[in-house]
């Protein structure tokens, strides 16, 4: 079901609630802010890369790492690499975990808690005692597991990995291309453990909405069960989905950087804030903008996405709504 305009009265159309959320998202200067730096952000991770005249892997031995320069804006590192590039091509990788990450983590907790909210009984008491049993598990060495594991030369889904790469590639079992799934691994990895809570919320607003007049109507001019979950009432129960999501980012994108700070993330030749942070923390004393710079992005990407999603939370909340 669609939110159309209000009728005020008087006859004059009032505004919908997609616009209403709009423009107390655009009042609330901190999240509106946030949301142009990360705009900005994301598309300098996208380009500056590209146009950078270094890249981020090209290596200068006999540079070694040097401070801040006219050449080098952000420095280099041990191995004479351009940390402009390396931090902005990290940025990718980073905003990379946290968007498909957390994309896997929505399909899977839309899904899992709409179906259990809708059909209830024994089906939701058995989806939920699941969720429970998960949620004992420790969530960082469950990841550091799967990824031990799974993510390895020998592992089936690495064979599975280079026999689809082979569709596209001629040399597939170049070794070069494990890094590649090294990290794919870890998106799907802090999906699989993160939709959970995810799970829980979706219940609990289809619980909330599956008596409404609209859902007993549907049901009573035969429209399927699951068309009815997810044409009815996920679309209903946009706003709080909308609002986890947002908080879902930077949580994954943390995690991500501390796997990758313990040496269990991105791996060379790739490059993320996580990795960069981790190799400058090393040796900070002697080459502090090593650490400085991908901490500073890091720290302003998660600023601003706790921001926006603190905005998106008062903004889609229905009791803030004036007549």
Known sequence: MTARAEVVPGGAPGRSLGRDAWRRLRHNRAAFVAGIVLVVLLLACIFVPMLAPYAYDRQDLALGATPPSAAHWMGTDFHGRDLFARVFFGGRVSFAVGFIATGVALVIGVTWGAV?????????????????ILFTFPFLI????????????????????????????????????????????????????????????????????????FIEAARAIGVRPLAIVFR????????????YTALTVPQIM???AFLSFLGLGT???LS?????????AETMALYPWLLVFPSVMLAVTLLCLNFLGDGLRDALDPRARKA
Do not use: C
């Not at 259990?116 to 429970?132: E, H, L, N, S, T």
């Not at 009432?233 to 989905?241: E, Q, R, S």
């Not at 993320?272 to 400058?280: E, I, N, Q």
């Open 267 to 269: 791996e060379e030749p």
């Open 254 to 256: 943390l995690t991500e």
């Open 142 to 213: 469950l990841v550091i597991l799967l990824k031990v594991f799974f993510a390895n030369s020998r592992s089936p889904l690495y064979h599975a990995f280079q026999a689809t790469l082979g569709l596209f590639v001629k040399d597939a079992k170049d070794p070069s291309y494990l890094p590649l799934f090294q990290i794919f691994f870890v998106f799907g990895a802090l999906g699989l453990v993160s939709w959970l809570t995810m799970a829980r919320i979706v219940r609990g607003q289809v619980i909330a909405l599956r008596e409404q007049p």
């Open 232 to 243: 009815h009432l996920v679309p209903n129960a946009a706003g709080p989905i909308i609002v």
């Open 116 to 132: 259990a909210g809708y059909f209830g009984g024994r089906v939701d008491a058995v989806m939920m005692r699941i969720v429970d």
């Open 272 to 280: 993320s804030w996580g990795l960069l942070v981790a190799g400058g």
